[in-house]
Nanobody, 124 residues
């Protein structure tokens, strides 16, 4: 069983900042990647920022480049999303995602896990 716990959402004015956190816990041998998606009302869920640990790569959606920064603390199995210069169009539910290798001898040891989501609302 793997669990993701998110925190840090809220309501802010345009131009302000928020920092999201997501911590993974459970029967984890290795976190292969961890990041953030978001879903606005009436829209599809989209990738915001992702840290691909196995590949050593970080990716961002174009609309947040230069404003959002993803970072992680591997010892704590935690990923952060620093969101600066927030805009009303950033309003959405933000979901943490992790791709992990379980601590098991079974061949069925890879999992993709989602957090419960945290609301971010940016007022103009």
């Amino acid at each position: 069983q793997v669990r993701l716990v998110e925190s840090g959402g809220g309501s802010v004015q345009s131009g302000r900042s928020l920092r999201l956190s997501c911590r993974a816990s459970g029967n984890i041998f290795k976190v292969n990647g961890m990041g953030w998606y978001r879903q606005a009302p009436g829209k599809e869920r989209e990738l915001v920022a992702y840290a691909h640990h196995s590949a050593g790569e970080i990716e961002y959606i174009d609309s947040v480049k230069g404003r959002f920064t993803i970072s992680d603390d591997s010892s704590k199995r935690t990923v952060y999303l620093q969101m600066d210069s927030l805009k009303p169009e950033d309003t959405a539910v933000y979901y943490c995602n992790a791709q992990v290798t379980l601590l098991t001898l079974s061949l069925d040891k890879y999992r993709e896990v989602w957090g419960q989501g945290t609301q971010v609302t940016v007022a103009s």
